[in-house]
């Protein structure tokens, strides 16, 4: 009998923002968290003496080009997103390709070898969500322990068979559609992030919410900063040189015009700076996803480099809200590519940043959820144009361009009264369409290309 695909219920920040590594996309993120977790339960059940993975569907598909077996190699290693060192990463898998065996969760030497207990099983799918892993552990007593995992975008993983974590505890201020969040913030006389911010209380105290949101934010400014220092070529065999460094250098050496050309200029440095981290396979902050994780931060930085007073208050409630337009869709598993296609994960990203930018201005709750339905529905001519099979040069230009949209978005709701025709649900719906539509074999290049 088929076990149950758990359903996604109340969920916190800490499931949307995460610190995952490149390559673009969220090959590693989640196959690293799943590998971790079962290292843990065979553990648990005594020693193995074999550890193998079988991968379904997109992981299936484009996991070797996006290092999605180095991922699993870590994760059974006892390595998490959060703590591996990404410029280690290469020891670590050159050593297990020479010793032959693998240090189970930094406990006991297991035999393994990459080629033989990682199986890519391409053209399978398992229902549930489009990516999956199943892991089996075998005992000297000839008993075998096998679990299923599903990554849901952003580096998030649900257990198969296994209840949600938190399932027992329900937030105060429930919300599954933008009227219900309107409904709430008129109800209780509360912004969308209070809303968010009272929910997130009862799972831990606000400050340490608050010391979270502000190491997302310090995680997404310094990858800003790392990328405009980087120079050379992106991997992936594009020979694909990086150029956010060379544009810093432009720009900075200009005079300080504050035209808004010149103020997009360096909004698009910012995304481009942290979409080229991605693609050289560095630890960045999740926001949605990894493939999109340079459109906030370059909205984030320019609100605090280019507008006239801002805050840390103002940051926190800019990641705060765009947390809650996030989380609607991640609740509905609408967060990464396979579900509503490049377009979809590209307006998620942008709707998030105008909801967030438009709240850190002191917007009204209309006003952002107006913001966030317009830089959801201007996705909606994008398309995914891959190069070579891999996802590195459209993505930096796509995260670029969304990052602007959101600005333009933002400004357009804050002017006006939140008065709007077009919904988000009634985009969501649309991306599906569209997103179903898309004839098999270029589906199957795209969500190849979008773990």
Request: charged residues 20%; aromatic residues 8%; proline residues 5%.
């Amino acid at each position: 009998m088929t076990k149950a695909v758990p359903e996604i219920v109340d969920l916190s920040v800490l499931d949307l923002f995460s610190l995952g590594i490149g390559p673009l996309c969220s090959p590693m993120t989640a196959p690293m968290r799943a590998a971790l977790r079962f290292a843990e339960l065979a553990l648990a059940s005594g020693r193995p003496n074999r550890v193998w993975c079988e991968l379904f569907g997109t992981f299936a598909q484009a996991g070797k080009a996006y290092a999605t077996d180095s991922a699993i190699i870590l994760g059974l290693s006892g390595f998490a997103p959060e703590r591996v060192d990404p410029e280690v990463i290469p020891r670590i898998i050159d050593n297990l390709a020479i010793l032959g065996t693998l240090n189970l969760n930094a406990t006991c030497q297991i035999p393994f070898c990459k080629d033989f207990d990682i199986i890519f099983r391409e053209g399978e799918v398992l229902p549930g969500p489009a990516n999956a892993l199943r892991f089996h552990a075998e005992y000297l007593n000839e008993t075998r322990l096998s679990q299923t995992f599903f990554s849901i975008g952003g580096g998030g993983i649900l257990q198969e068979g296994s209840e949600p974590a938190r399932s027992k505890l329900h937030n105060p201020y429930r919300f599954s559609s933008t009227a219900e969040l309107l409904y709430l913030g008129k109800q209780y006389g509360m912004s969308i992030s209070d809303a968010m911010l009272a929910n997130e209380d009862i799972y831990r105290p606000r400050k340490e919410t608050e010391r979270f949101v502000d190491k997302v934010r310090q995680a997404m400014f310094s990858r800003i900063e790392r990328g405009c220092r980087h120079d050379g070529f992106l991997p992936g065999g594009l020979n694909a040189k990086r150029r956010a460094k060379a544009l810093f250098e432009t720009l900075k050496s200009g005079e300080q015009d504050l035209e808004s050309s010149s103020i997009f200029e360096w909004v698009r440095l910012y995304a481009l700076a942290v979409d080229e981290e991605i693609a050289a396979e560095d630890r960045v902050a999740t926001a949605p996803t990894t493939s999109t994780a340079g459109v906030l931060p370059a909205v984030l930085k320019f609100y605090e480099a280019f507008t006239a007073r801002p805050t840390i208050y103002g940051s926190r409630s800019f990641l705060m809200t765009a947390g809650a337009i996030g989380l609607l869709h991640q609740k509905k598993r609408l967060v990464s590519a396979p579900e509503m296609g490049c377009q979809g994960e590209i307006g998620v990203a942008c709707s998030m940043a105008a909801a967030g930018l438009t709240a850190a201005h002191g917007g009204a709750n209309v006003q952002v959820v107006n913001a966030a339905d317009m830089g959801m529905g201007r996705s909606l001519e994008l398309t995914c144009d891959l190069v070579g099979d891999l996802a590195h040069l459209p993505f930096t230009e796509c995260g670029a361009q969304a990052a602007v949209r959101a600005i333009s978005a933002a400004y357009l709701a804050l002017k006006g009264d939140g008065s709007h025709n077009l919904s988000k649900e009634a985009v969501i719906e649309t991306l599906c369409r569209t997103g179903s539509g898309i004839n098999s074999e270029h589906k199957e290049r795209v969500l190849a290309a979008w773990p």
